[in-house]
C-alpha cells in the first residue's frame, strides 16, 4: 500500500493504510494516515469521512494527542 501511495496518493489509499495499520497496533501510522486522508477526501461518501474523523479523535486520545489535523 505505501508503494502504490507513493506512486498515486489517492483518499482511499490512505485510509486503507490507516487501517492496516490499526490492525497491527500501529496506531500513531493510522493516525497520521487518516489525517492524510481527511486533507482531501474528494469523491468519498460523507458518512465515512465522518467515521474516519471520529475514529481520528479516538487514535489522537489513545496515543497521547501526538496526531495532528
Known amino acids: 500500500l ?3 501511495l507513493a ?3 489517492t483518499p ?3 485510509f486503507n493504510l490507516a487501517v492496516t495499520y490499526e ?3 500501529r496506531l500513531k501510522e493510522a493516525a ?3 489525517t492524510l486522508y481527511l486533507r482531501n477526501p474528494q469523491g468519498e461518501n460523507e458518512e465515512n ?3 474516519a474523523k471520529a475514529e481520528l479523535d ?3 486520545k489513545l496515543i497521547g494527542g ?4
Do not use: D, F, M
Open 66 to 69: 501526538s496526531a495532528s489535523r
Open 2 to 4: 505505501r508503494q502504490a
Open 32 to 34: 497520521e494516515n487518516l
Open 49 to 51: 469521512v465522518a467515521k
Open 23 to 25: 490492525k497491527t497496533g
Open 7 to 9: 506512486i498515486r496518493p
Open 58 to 60: 479516538r487514535l489522537t
Open 12 to 14: 482511499k489509499g490512505y
